[in-house]
């Protein structure tokens, strides 16, 4: 088998949900899977299907691939009448289908799910080799654990695994925001670009059917370089320009996301008026804004504030974990996507702290709920020709709203 690696080692990411015999949603690996390949990502591995008789009991157990759809049959028929097939394993069947985890290992996938860490497992066979060489090779991995096994879980892992709750909410926190920028740019349609504009404090990507903005990174900031390609960026795809989101230069960054803003917050879009920081107005407990907005203390009894250069009675970057793990909620700068920092705040927030990303700059992608943000407040602009000229004249945020519309999106909205 031909494993290829990055130039750069990739951390092992490798978790274990953990389950009982009273864990009612057995099917959450497999749900789980199935949304992340309607997402766009690369899922492999196995996931495991009771059939059922018409009368509801159990007929066998089938391991599903999850790539492929093919599915066989893991389980002999009972030997006596009523006997549970689940208790007969066909093991020349099993290691039969275990090969959908290898070949989700060749090809490199963006995660893969095996379902179960079951006997065989523990006494180091099934699924027990090519879980621990998938680790090993940088791509995460999810285990289904009967918590009864726990202990020779982490005996076979030495420790290195994450244990999660059998919940959707835990394996999203898992996966993690390090993974949202991937997945807007791999949502972006390869459409002509109408227009590119770069200027002192915004930069405009616009498209036929929505035009996005970011802020300009300050000219001398760490990384900046000159833009490859300059001369020619309207000729190039939305896509394209997206893709230059995972750069490590800022200038090219702010372009990425003007650019996956221009696919997303589409002229058409539907959405609530609501500003965004009014979101989680009236809220009681700890309210962190990350970012410096105006009129904060009249929607808000108490709120701190996490600024790059705090002003007096604000806080540092460095205290972002230690406010926002207590918060009830977190209103964050749709720039943190352009600095980087996203991920890092939403790792940060604590298990029930409400998010609400606000700013011009904001992508209005409904995916971006499952990452742990609740709300999504942008522009919709109206007026590309407008906006163009007063990003080129070095235009305010206040001027930019007037150009367009606020929308709001909210999770299950």
Sequence with gaps: MTISFDDRPRPVKLAAVLYTPETSDRELLATFAAAMRSRGWQVGGLVQEIRRNAD???????????????????TLPAPKPGEDPV?????????????AVRRAIDANADLIVAEKFGEREQEGGGLADDILTAAAAGIPVLVSVPAAALESWLGFTGDMTELLPSNTAALWRWWGGGNLLEELIRGVEARPVNRVVIGLNWTLVESDTGAGIAHSPVKGSA??????GAGDLQNQSLRALAE????????????????????????????????GLDTFAGTDGAVTAVGRFPALESRFEAVDVIELIPRDEEYPEIATERLLARSEAAVVTASSLVNGSLPRILGARGPSTRVALVGPGTPLAPALHAYGIESLSGIVFE?????AK???EGGSVSALKKLGRQVTLTANN
Excluded: E, K, Q
Excluded at 56 to 74: E, L, Q
Excluded at 248 to 268: E, H, K
């Design 56 to 74: 509801g009991s159990r007929a066998g157990v089938d391991a599903v691939d999850v790539a492929a759809g093919t599915r066989v049959t893991i």
């Design 244 to 275: 230059r989101a995972r750069s490590w230069n800022p200038f090219d960054v702010a372009l990425g996301i003007a650019a996956i803003n221009a696919n997303y917050n589409r002229y058409d879009l539907a959405g609530s008026d609501l500003n």
């Design 87 to 99: 208790c007969t394993l066909d093991h020349p069947a099993l290691i039969n289908a275990s090969g």
């Design 390 to 392: 007063l990003i080129t």
């Design 223 to 228: 990384g900046c370089r000159p833009i490859a």
């Design 383 to 387: 007026d590309p020709p407008a906006v």
